[in-house]
T-cell receptor, first 113, second 113 residues
């Protein structure tokens, strides 16, 4: 099946620092999604990417859909304490009857005030 | 806006008991999903329903059954619960035909003793 490798597994940073995390896949994806999960909550969609090479921003968050369609990264600039949580990438391939979203294992972000 | 609603939020079962997790969405989405989340494993797909009337196995379907009752509702059943099924279960939905962004419920925390 499709595999998503997300790195790093965890990050511990100081408030104000920039953060970068990425996902790579063994397969081509048509869509990349980035989610954030707060403790005790369900994942919440941050950014959706639909086109190879696409670069999209949402406030302090920027994500890119890799040109090979096998990778994506998420950057957070000027981190703040409320950025703490688990960040997941997810990929979707609409080829054939494969409608399922595949998730990475997550990056746990801790921000030290 | 309710979005995706899961019930119950918490449940404790004895080994061998059965139960059904309920999920409903009010966004008129075509596709619905059940995931389980375990520490260090990310979100793993149990079953999904690409559209009303269809269901397909995901990555970890053993020990589970699903029913897409109608377009709004997608239930997950554990016929004979096992301790290995202790997890947090998330239901999600997406429009899928034009838009693959998936939206999640708040989760059901299940403990099997």
């Amino acid at each position: 099946g499709q595999q998503l490798n997300q790195s790093p597994q965890s990050m511990f940073i100081q408030e104000g620092e920039d953060v970068s995390m990425n996902c790579t896949s063994s397969s081509i994806f048509n869509t990349w999604l980035w989610y954030k999960q707060d403790p005790g909550e369900g994942p919440v969609l941050l950014i959706a990417l639909y086109k190879a090479g696409e670069l999209t921003s949402n406030g302090r968050l920027t994500a890119q859909f890799g040109i090979t369609r096998k990778d994506s990264f998420l950057n957070i600039s000027a981190s703040i304490p409320s950025d703490v949580g688990i960040y997941f990438c997810a990929g979707y391939n609409s080829g054939g009857s494969n409608y399922k979203l595949t998730f990475g294992k997550g990056t746990l972000l801790t921000v030290n005030p | 806006n309710a979005g995706v609603t899961q019930t119950p939020k918490f449940q404790v079962l004895k080994t061998g008991q059965s139960m059904t997790l309920q999920c409903a969405q009010d966004m008129n989405h075509n596709s619905m999903y059940w995931y389980r989340q375990d520490p260090g494993m990310g979100l793993r797909l149990i079953y999904y329903s690409a559209s009303e009337g269809t269901t397909d196995k995901g990555e970890v379907p053993n020990g589970y059954n699903v029913s897409r009752l109608n377009k709004r509702e997608f239930s997950l059943r554990l016929e004979s619960a096992a301790p290995s099924q202790t997890s947090v279960y998330f239901c999600a939905s997406s429009e899928m035909t034009l838009n693959t962004e998936a939206f999640f419920g708040q989760g059901t925390r299940l403990t099997v003793v």
